[in-house]
Each structure stands twice: as structure tokens, then as C-alpha cells.
């Protein structure tokens, strides 16, 4: 049998299953409807007591920090985990002896593309951190704006080179705070601990309310921030090491 | 209800079913393991699709609370679940990805049926 008429037959069986994902589409709950079951057995709560237990105005940010915080500490550790990984693999760049494609590319990089880039940069990584501190009153977050942060950098490194931006990025700079946001989760957790409470306690007690609502609120924005500057660092190194190529 | 009107309401379904199996086919047939990649990485945006539609609600809000009426929000779990979702998608590609590098290096080639000879 051919390659064709393989791919063909491939073709025809997931048709079929995507026939028998629709007979299962319509019987689901109806989209939007709120009195899904989805929508009726933990959430109400979250929706109803968020903001007090929470601790955040941004109900998705009280879930991931404080309803769900264990769940996000294993996420961050996923992300680091990646990047050991990644430097495992294809080791980190060496400014002396590595360079970019850019670099070694015979097309120059268009004026305009550079001088959009020059422009760009700083007001993209001002939105992110706009997001990073936001995070608990406004869409947004950690993730999120360090997102928006390595992509501006990747960007950047698109346009100046391996070499120009991780001048700027030295590797000093960047091996502690790659490690950040798995450090901000831990020191914020333990807090609490102090205090005899579990681990990853926000609310704690024995100050005033308001005194209380203010620690609360800088753990958050101490865990924000690393996120937020470790995601950004961490898409900055992996894409730094996958870009590189030995000077030979 | 008949089919085609539940099918209709459950628009967001249909769309996340049909990215499920092109990435599915995308898998199947590509031999580039790059390309097996993007389909599996389709199919990860697929099932985002279905679990964040999960959570809609009609006319609701973006679930933030900014005074204390009574308002409809959107139900905000599956949005925090997909946030964690997406970052280890991230963190699978980048992962697959250097390993594809290395792989490249190595062997010279990303076909799955050329590596077959490589062992």
C-alpha cells in the first residue's frame, strides 16, 4: 500500500471519529447555560467567598495562588524542570564561542524591522510589568506578563543577535533569577510556618484585619514578580540555548 | 432539541473536536517529527478550547469582582486550570524541541522512517 492511499485511509477513520465526536457534542450540557454542572458545585463558592478567602479581587489569581497554590508551585517547578532539561540537552550559549543565525545570516535586518524593535521593547516589557503587578485586580498575572517579557526578548534577540542581548542579559543576571519564582513560592509558603500554620497560609493571624490583608497581599505580589521575571528569563535562556550555533 | 441546533449551541465543541483530529491526523501521517509535534501541540489547543468553553456562561463577566451586587461571572476554575495547562505545553515543546535539535545534529535528519535506520 502507498504512501497516498495510506494517508487516505488515515483520512477516512478520523472523519469517522470526529462523527462519533459529534454524536457526543450534542449530548453534552448546553455551552453557556448556567446551571451546568460544571458551573454549580465548587464555584459558587469561589465566586461568593473569593474575594474574602482569596484574597484577590481577580478570582482566577485567588485560584491560582491561594485555592489551588500547591497545584501552582508544582507548575513553576514544571517550568524550571524544563529549562534543566533543556540546558541538558544542548548545554548553555557561550558568548565567546557561540553565535546566532542571525549573526551568521548574509540578509541584513531590515532598518525598519530594527528600529520597530528599538521602539517597541521597552514599552512591551512596561505592559508586562503593568500585568505582572495587576495581576490580582485586572486580567493578568505572573505568567502572563512573563510571557509577554520573553517574548519581547525573543524578539529582540531575533533582530540583534544572540550576542547583543544576552550582553544585556548577562548569565550572572540570569542563573538567580531563573531560579526565582520556585524561591518566591517557597519563602512566601513558609512564612506561615513560621506562625504554626501549613505550608502556603496566606491569612495570618494574630496582626489586625487590615495588617493581616496587607501581608496577604505583599506575599502575592512577592510571588507575582517572581514568576513573572523567572518565566520571562526562563523563555529568554531556553530560546537562547536552541538558538545557537558553535563558531566552528 | 434537534442535532443540528445542539450541534449549533455547542458550537466551541465541534471547533475543538475537528482541531483534535486534524492534529490527530497530523500525527499520524506526517513523518517530519517536527510536524508530529505541531499536531500534537494542536491537539493540546484543542482540548483548551473544550475545557475553557466548559466554563462559559451566558452574558457573564469576566470573573472579577468589582463591587458587591450581584453579578453573572463566567466560571473562572477552568480558566485557572488552562493557565496551568498552557505552561506545561510550553515547557513539553521546549523540551521536545531541544531534544529534536540534538536529534538533528546527530543523525542529519528528522524523518521517522529515515531514523528507523539509525540505531
Known amino acids: 500500500m502507498n504512501k497516498k492511499v495510506q494517508n487516505y485511509f488515515v483520512l477516512i477513520v478520523m472523519l469517522l471519529c470526529w462523527a462519533v465526536f459529534l454524536f457526543a457534542v450534542a449530548e453534552m450540557p448546553l455551552m453557556g447555560d448556567p446551571g451546568n454542572i460544571t458551573n454549580t458545585h465548587v464555584v459558587p463558592r469561589y465566586l461568593e467567598k473569593g474575594v474574602e478567602e482569596g484574597g484577590a479581587p481577580n478570582i482566577v489569581t485567588g485560584i491560582i495562588l491561594n485555592y489551588r497554590g500547591y497545584d501552582t508551585s508544582g507548575e513553576v517547578t514544571v517550568i524550571f524542570t524544563a529549562l534543566i532539561g533543556v540546558l541538558a540537552v544542548l548545554k548553555r550559549e557561550n558568548i565567546k564561542k557561540d553565535k546566532s543565525l542571525v549573526e551568521i545570516s548574509p540578509v541584513k535586518t531590515s532598518v525598519i524591522v530594527t528600529t520597530v524593535v528599538k521602539f517597541l521593547t521597552p514599552l512591551i516589557i512596561l505592559f508586562a510589568i503593568y500585568m505582572i503587578l495587576h495581576g490580582d485586580v485586572s486580567p493578568g498575572g505572573g505568567f502572563q506578563g512573563g510571557a509577554i517579557t520573553g517574548g519581547s526578548i525573543i524578539a529582540f534577540t531575533l533582530t540583534f543577535g544572540l550576542l547583543a542581548t544576552m550582553r544585556k542579559f548577562r548569565l550572572s543576571i540570569r542563573i538567580p533569577l531563573e531560579s526565582s519564582a520556585v524561591l518566591a513560592f517557597i519563602a512566601s509558603g513558609l512564612v506561615a510556618m513560621f506562625f504554626g500554620l501549613p505550608f502556603l497560609t496566606f491569612l495570618i493571624p494574630g496582626f489586625g484585619f487590615h495588617t493581616q490583608e496587607l501581608i496577604r497581599h505583599a506575599l502575592f505580589i512577592i510571588i507575582e514578580i517572581g514568576i513573572g521575571v523567572a518565566t520571562g528569563i526562563i523563555f529568554a535562556s531556553i530560546f537562547a540555548a536552541m538558538g545557537k550555533v558553535s563558531k566552528e | ?119
Do not use: H, W
Not at chain 2, 455547542?10 to 491526523?25: E, R, W
Not at chain 2, 500534537?40 to 468589582?66: C, H, Q, W, Y
Open chain 2, 1 to 119: 432539541m434537534t442535532f443540528l441546533s445542539k450541534l449549533g449551541t455547542n458550537f466551541n465543541y465541534v471547533i475543538s473536536t475537528l482541531l483534535f483530529v486534524i492534529g490527530l491526523y497530523t500525527i499520524i501521517t506526517k513523518p517530519n517529527l517536527i510536524k508530529k509535534f505541531m499536531g500534537l501541540n494542536i491537539m493540546e489547543t484543542s482540548v483548551f478550547l473544550a475545557i475553557v468553553s466548559i466554563g462559559a456562561v451566558r452574558d457573564g463577566k469576566a470573573p472579577i469582582v468589582e463591587s458587591a451586587t450581584k453579578v453573572q461571572y463566567v466560571n473562572p476554575l477552568p480558566q485557572a486550570l488552562i493557565l496551568t495547562g498552557i505552561v506545561v505545553a510550553v515547557s513539553t515543546t521546549a523540551l521536545a524541541l531541544s531534544l529534536m535539535i540534538k536529534l538533528y545534529e546527530q543523525c542529519g535528519t528528522l524523518n521517522a522512517d529515515k531514523l528507523k535506520e539509525f540505531e
